[in-house]
């Protein structure tokens, strides 16, 4: 059982408040439960304690299998928030309770390998605690008001889907948010270690002909990062159409 930092837990986290920086986010309804697991990891990782620390940090990454090979001779199914962030992009939880599994998962994890006086043991503590509140928060904010569902007529606007529509509602975003979520994305790496986001850097060069034959909108993760940061993104649908043309 390792050593770590000696730790004095503190008092209970305050409630999450109207000025939080993920707060207008978390109140807006979303479009299916991969939505919600998003909207939930994004409270999760941003979310700072009374000490301005974020305790998401701990959970990033694993214990380094060169530095605590302990770690992973005990843990037999680790997970970090790293992959779980993965998971999320990859739209794996179909059902948010799958998301609750891995959070429960990698939380008592933390709690079986370190010690209870230990930083680490009650940031597990803490972030558990979060996650319950978060997903509880914001599957209420999801449900109908009594005075929506009674309210006389109001019929809903049926519009048919074009290929341009995306699964995701358009969420306004300011643009330090989108130069994270641009350097989250072109950052990101496979099981391997390799950046997934490179193939895609820059177009091909002008002279293969066929590409640009084929390709009638040509597209790269230079040419979003320009737009990035000439504030040309006002929402997440608008980037995500962007990221839909460059795949």
């Not at 309804?29 to 939505?35: K, P």
């Not at 939380?107 to 230990?118: G, P, R």
């Not at 599957?139 to 519009?159: D, F």
Request: aromatic share 8%.
């Amino acid at each position: 059982m390792p050593g770590k930092r000696k730790y004095q837990t503190p008092n209970k986290d305050p409630p999450f408040t109207s000025d939080s920086p993920y707060s207008k986010r978390s109140r807006r309804s979303v479009a299916n439960q991969s939505d919600l697991a998003q909207a939930i990891f994004d409270v999760i990782k941003d979310h700072e304690d009374e000490d301005g620390r974020a305790i998401a940090d701990t959970f990033m990454k694993l214990p380094s299998k060169r530095y605590h090979p302990e770690y992973h001779e005990q843990i037999v199914d680790p997970v970090d928030l790293t992959k779980i962030g993965q998971r999320i992009r990859m739209d794996e939880y179909r059902d948010i309770e799958i998301l609750t599994t891995d959070m429960q998962l990698m939380t008592s994890n933390a709690k079986k390998y370190y010690n209870e006086d230990t930083e680490e043991y009650a940031d597990a503590c803490k972030l558990w605690e979060l996650y319950l509140n978060t997903k509880s928060r914001l599957v209420e904010q999801l449900k109908p008001t009594e005075e929506t569902k009674s309210r006389p007529g109001r019929k809903p606007r049926n519009r048919a889907k074009t290929a341009d529509d995306s699964d995701f509602e358009e969420i306004d975003i300011t643009q330090e948010e989108m130069k994270s979520l641009y350097e989250a994305t072109v950052s990101e790496t496979d099981d391997e270690g390799r950046l997934i986001a490179e193939m895609f850097m820059q177009l091909p060069d002008k002279t293969n002909i066929e590409y640009y034959a084929l390709i009638k909108d040509p597209i790269d993760f230079l040419i979003i990062g320009d737009r990035v940061e000439d504030g040309y993104y006002k929402s997440v649908l608008e980037f995500e159409k962007d990221l839909n043309l460059l795949v």
